[in-house]
Every structure is written in structure tokens, then in C-alpha cells.
């Protein structure tokens, strides 16, 4: 019997419906009662990885502790359990292929002829299991994208299946994720969606397990016994999952309905001890009773997509929650910014975030959003692009250098304040390319920086960027007062810059927002909501005066 047992996630139906917050809400319960728990991705589209993809396309890139450029879900994952990934937690068909031709050239198959059927699915299993072959996990979770019945998934249900059927019982099963949709003419939720999912899932010769319903309205008992009838499951394996207010109240919602419980059963695993969720329901008191609210500015490029940024919008929930107060984020385009309505844009902001960002356009808003912090006084955080835009502002508003900027923007500035890196220069290839992953920083003694992760001497943080903080203008900068708070000592790359008289202004080349999770909410992100609530309250007290 394998140490290691597996759950697996489809979904019917439509796309969208949520499939990594159940994944990440079940492995929580299950890590709450015990089990070491942790949770994979597995992409049917072509791309190698979603780094060369514009967020438009598919959201944030998120990146793990080891350079691997992922899929948004991880971040998920990552803030559900405080656990780490790596590259092994998310799998595309374009590396599956890649991986396999690969072997092909270097004659691993002895002549045979590649087929999707075995050299694919044994490929994908082979990756499935690497996590639960390392020993460190009693369950792997894999969540598997698209929708059944897609071209692109089929070799991936076709893996599970032979996989389910190697495992044995027990030993593995299968969460389905549908829609009961409500149609609002016949005032009733309707059930043919999900049987005629359940039925596509057989036919590539899954049985579901367990059925996840998402739905706007109460499923009734009734509604229930024929899902599991007609569906061919248990009664208590058909699980609601109603619209949530938020997304971390779904493993509370889960833990109700019983789907750990079930998931613990079908895979002859003990259901004792309950779940210790002390944590997560204290956090969830906190979002839920704040005791004031503040107005963030979050200016972009991509705000149209709110999951561009994702997971600096939950850095910010995590934040708000450790600080007792409500976080509205207010969506900039920088785009849209211009001198002439620059005060009319930041009215009524108690904090500005620019984001990190590629390309040239929307850079001239961020640079007057940048200016306007630093003069107004007003907390600001700068990431990655961010962080350069006032690097940029500063060397042309204090060093009176009218065209700093970036060589990204214009590669003919006569001071390119941001440029790219020397081992940058000869590369081609766009894709896993940049710096990427951890990277250490040591911090100043006595720096704003320095106060916000409590004195440590070292941190490390997650990159993701190819140009970088031009040395050769650091004294200049330095003299003009911007204080560069933390270097890389490998490099002698600037990772933190910051300005002494403001109330809180910090830049970072790095993305603090990857680490933020539930259980730990990241210090730059706690700090930079303290001060914002601060600003807001001295602001207040002024105005009472």
C-alpha cells in the first residue's frame, strides 16, 4: 500500500468555479487535523509555464521560493497552508511535451513510437507522484484545470484514471466541482448540468467520488438525494458549496458540510483528531469586526483584471486583519493618470501602492502617483516596477536629471538610472529567464526597513524582474538623500530603497507578496497598513483642529 494517498480535483460544467480555493480549503482541514497536505496544479494549455503570459490572459504569475514561474492557484495553496511549493506543485501540457521529446532525442524510448498513450500519461503520473514519493506528505491534492470534456484535459483524466486504477482502493479518489445553476423563469435550481458532467467523467472511466455543487441558493435535501442518486454516490458525498463572502470563509463552509470527513472515509484514513482551525476563526473575527477602514490606492496597469494582482490583494487583507482595520482597495489605471488630474485621483487615498508591472505603458502615471506620495507625505509602497518608478522620480524631481529613466522605457536616456542587467544582455528566450526565486538581502541597521522586519539582520524574498537599480548613480541618489536600505551582498544589487523625512516610504525590487499567507501576514504589507491607518487618523485629527 503507498505511503502517500491522492485526492483529485476536476470540474464540469464551466470553467471558474473555484476549483483551487476547495482544493486549498480541503488540504486546510486536513492539515488542521494532522496530515502532512499538500496541493499541485496541473495546466492544459501549451505555454511551458505562464511566465511569457500577459495577466490579461490568465491572471498573476506567481512565483515559488525556487524560480518556478506558476499558476496564480498556488499562491492559494500557499496562503491557505503557510506551506511552501516549489516547481513540482504546478505542471503544464507544455512541459509534459517538452520533457517527453526531450527523452525521444536522447533515444530514452529505444526507438519506439511516441504516443499520447503511454509516453503522456506516463509522464503526467510520473509528475503526479513525485511530491508523494518524496516522503514529506500522507496526502497530495492535485487539482487538475480546465473543464471535463475539454480536448486539452483528456490526457490528464486518462492519466488519473490508470493511476486510480495502480493505486487500489482507498488509496485515491476523485472531488467533481459543478454548477447547480438557479434559473430564475422556473424558480428552481436545476441538476441536468451536473448529471451530465458526472456522465462526460464516466466516459473517459472516472467515477466521481465526491460531489463539490456550486450554487447562489440553498441545495435542499431533496435536491441532494437525487444528485447522489442520479450521480451514483453517497448522499453525504454531495457537498454545497454556496457563494461565500469571502475566500477564507470556505474551509469554515467545507468543515460543515463535511467534506473532510467524507474525503477521510473513502480513503480508510481516521478522522480523529477534528480540525484545530483556533488560527484560521481568529483571523476570519478580525476581517470580519474591523475597527476602522483606509483607502489604498492600488495604481496599475492591468487593473481591470483584479486577478493581475492578486495576491497583493490578499497581502492586503492578511494586513488589514493583523491591524484591526478594513482595507478598500481603490483600482488606478496609470494609464488614465495625467498632471491634469492627479490631485482628483489620489482624493481621498490614505496610502499608495504602485505595482509591479512590465512595458512602457502607464509608466508616466506611476512616476506623478510616485511624486505625489513623496510630497503629500502620504505612506507608499513601491514593488518591483514600482520600486524603479521612484527610483526614476526621485533622480529627475531631486537631481533635476529630466529624462532618468529606465532603459525598458527608452533605451537612449542619457541617465539610466534603472538598467538591465549585464547577464541580462545576451539573452534571448523571454520565458524562466529573469532573476527568479529567493534571494537574500541584508538590511541597514537603523533603516525604516530594518524596523519593519523587527531587526533582522538578513531576509529573504522572491524575485521576479530583469532590469535592475543602475549603481553607477547610487552615491548621487545617496546624496540626495534616498536611502538605499537593503543590498543582495552576492550582487551588490540594491533590493530596498527608501526616503528619511516621510513618514513611511519604502520601494522594494523584490515581491513581499508572495510570502504573505493567513498564518503569517508579510511585515512589509503590516507595517505599510499600519502607517496608512495612521496617516489617515492624523489626517483626521488635524482636520477636527
Known amino acids: 500500500m503507498p505511503a502517500t494517498k491522492y485526492i483529485f480535483v476536476t470540474g464540469g460544467v464551466t470553467s471558474s468555479l473555484g476549483k483551487g480555493i476547495i482544493a486549498a480549503s480541503l488540504a486546510k482541514l486536513l492539515?488542521?487535523?494532522?496530515?502532512?497536505?499538500?496541493?499541485?496544479?496541473?495546466?492544459?494549455?501549451?505555454?511551458?509555464?505562464?511566465?511569457?503570459?500577459?495577466?490579461?490572459?490568465?491572471?498573476?504569475?506567481?512565483?515559488?521560493?525556487?524560480?518556478?514561474?506558476?499558476?496564480?492557484?498556488?499562491?492559494?495553496?500557499?496562503r491557505f497552508l503557510n506551506v511552501r511549493t516549489?516547481?513540482?506543485?504546478?505542471?503544464?501540457?507544455?512541459?509534459?511535451y517538452q520533457s517527453v521529446i526531450e527523452k525521444e532525442r536522447r533515444g530514452e524510448f529505444l526507438g519506439k513510437t511516441v504516443q499520447v498513450v503511454p509516453h503522456i500519461t506516463n509522464e503526467i503520473k510520473e509528475r503526479i507522484q513525485l511530491l508523494g514519493n518524496s516522503g514529506e506528505y500522507d496526502i497530495v491534492i492535485t487539482e487538475i484545470g480546465g473543464t471535463v470534456g475539454d480536448i486539452e484535459s483528456l490526457p490528464y483524466i486518462e492519466a488519473v484514471r490508470q493511476l486510480l486504477w495502480e493505486l487500489g482502493d482507498h488509496n485515491g479518489l476523485v472531488?467533481?466541482?459543478?454548477?447547480?445553476?438557479?434559473?430564475?423563469?422556473?424558480?428552481?435550481?436545476?441538476?441536468k448540468p451536473t448529471q451530465h458532467s458526472v456522465k462526460t467523467l464516466m466516459e473517459s472511466g472516472i467515477k466521481a467520488d465526491i460531489l463539490v455543487?456550486?450554487?447562489?441558493?440553498?441545495?435542499?435535501?431533496?435536491?441532494?438525494?437525487?444528485?447522489?442518486?442520479?450521480?451514483?454516490?453517497?448522499?453525504?458525498?454531495?457537498?454545497?458549496?454556496?457563494?461565500?463572502?469571502?475566500?477564507?470563509?470556505?474551509?469554515?463552509?467545507m468543515q460543515e458540510e463535511g467534506l473532510d470527513t467524507v474525503a477521510l472515509e473513502k480513503l480508510n484514513l481516521p478522522p480523529q483528531p477534528n480540525p484545530d482551525l483556533t488560527l484560521w476563526l481568529?483571523?476570519?473575527?478580525?476581517?470580519?469586526?474591523?475597527?476602522?477602514?483606509?483607502?489604498?490606492g492600488l495604481i496599475g496597469k492591468?487593473?481591470?483584471?483584479?486577478?493581475?494582482?492578486?495576491?497583493?490583494?490578499?497581502?492586503?487583507?492578511?494586513?488589514?486583519?493583523?491591524?484591526?482595520?478594513?482595507v478598500n482597495v481603490v483600482s488606478i489605471h496609470s494609464e488614465h493618470i495625467s498632471i491634469n488630474n492627479l490631485k482628483t485621483k489620489m482624493a481621498g487615498l490614505d496610502g499608495i501602492l504602485v505595482a509591479p508591472g512590465f512595458g512602457e505603458r502607464g509608466i508616466e502615471g506611476k512616476i506623478k502617483a510616485v511624486q505625489y506620495a513623496r510630497e503629500n507625505g502620504i505612506p507608499f509602497l513601491g514593488i518591483c516596477l514600482g520600486m524603479q518608478m521612484a527610483v526614476i522620480e526621485f533622480a529627475r524631481n531631486l537631481l533635476g536629471y529630466e529624462d532618468a529613466n529606465s532603459t525598458e522605457m527608452n533605451p537612449q536616456t542619457t541617465h539610466p538610472v534603472i538598467d538591465l542587467m549585464e547577464a541580462q544582455k545576451t539573452i534571448v528566450n523571454m520565458g524562466g529567464t529573469m532573476r527568479l526565486?529567493?534571494?537574500?538581502?541584508?538590511?541597514?541597521?537603523?533603516?525604516?526597513?530594518?524596523?519593519?522586519?523587527?531587526?533582522?539582520?538578513?531576509?529573504?524574498?522572491?524575485?521576479?524582474?530583469?532590469?535592475?537599480?543602475?549603481?553607477?548613480?547610487?552615491?548621487?541618489?545617496?546624496?540626495?538623500?534616498?536611502?538605499?536600505?537593503?543590498?543582495?551582498?552576492?550582487?551588490?544589487?540594491?533590493?530596498?530603497?527608501?526616503?528619511?523625512?516621510?513618514?513611511?516610504?519604502?520601494?522594494?525590487?523584490?515581491?513581499?507578496?508572495?510570502?504573505s499567507t493567513v498564518g503569517s501576514p508579510h511585515p512589509l504589507f503590516v507595517s505599510f497598513v499600519g502607517a496608512v491607518l495612521a496617516y489617515k487618523k492624523e489626517r483626521s485629527n488635524a482636520s477636527l483642529a
Not at 492591468?302 to 486577478?307: H, K
Open 302 to 326: 492591468y487593473v481591470e483584471l483584479q486577478d493581475s494582482y492578486k495576491s497583493i490583494q490578499e497581502a492586503l487583507i492578511h494586513a488589514g486583519a493583523g491591524n484591526e482595520v478594513k
Open 437 to 515: 526565486g529567493a534571494w537574500d538581502c541584508e538590511l541597514s541597521e537603523g533603516t525604516l526597513a530594518h524596523k519593519v522586519y523587527k531587526g533582522a539582520a538578513t531576509i529573504s524574498e522572491r524575485h521576479r524582474h530583469r532590469y535592475e537599480f543602475n549603481n553607477d548613480y547610487k552615491s548621487e541618489l545617496e546624496d540626495a538623500g534616498l536611502i538605499t536600505s537593503g543590498i543582495n551582498a552576492e550582487t551588490g544589487l540594491v533590493e530596498i530603497i527608501e526616503i528619511a523625512d516621510h513618514p513611511w516610504f519604502i520601494g522594494v525590487q523584490y515581491h513581499p507578496e508572495y510570502k
Open 282 to 296: 481568529e483571523f476570519l473575527k478580525k476581517l470580519k469586526n474591523p475597527k476602522d477602514e483606509v483607502n489604498i
Open 175 to 191: 472531488i467533481h466541482l459543478t454548477l447547480v445553476p438557479y434559473l430564475s423563469a422556473a424558480a428552481e435550481l436545476k441538476t
Open 86 to 96: 516549489s516547481q513540482a506543485n504546478n505542471v503544464t501540457t507544455g512541459r509534459i
Open 31 to 78: 492539515q488542521a487535523r494532522g496530515y502532512r497536505t499538500t496541493i499541485q496544479k496541473l495546466d492544459p494549455y501549451i505555454n511551458v509555464d505562464p511566465g511569457t503570459l500577459n495577466p490579461y490572459e490568465h491572471g498573476e504569475c506567481y512565483v515559488t521560493d525556487d524560480g518556478a514561474e506558476t499558476d496564480l492557484d498556488l499562491g492559494h495553496y500557499e
Open 213 to 253: 455543487c456550486r450554487t447562489e441558493h440553498e441545495i435542499s435535501e431533496e435536491i441532494k438525494q437525487k444528485l447522489a442518486l442520479f450521480c451514483n454516490v453517497k448522499k453525504e458525498a454531495v457537498i454545497q458549496s454556496i457563494d461565500a463572502e469571502t475566500i477564507y470563509d470556505v474551509p469554515v463552509m
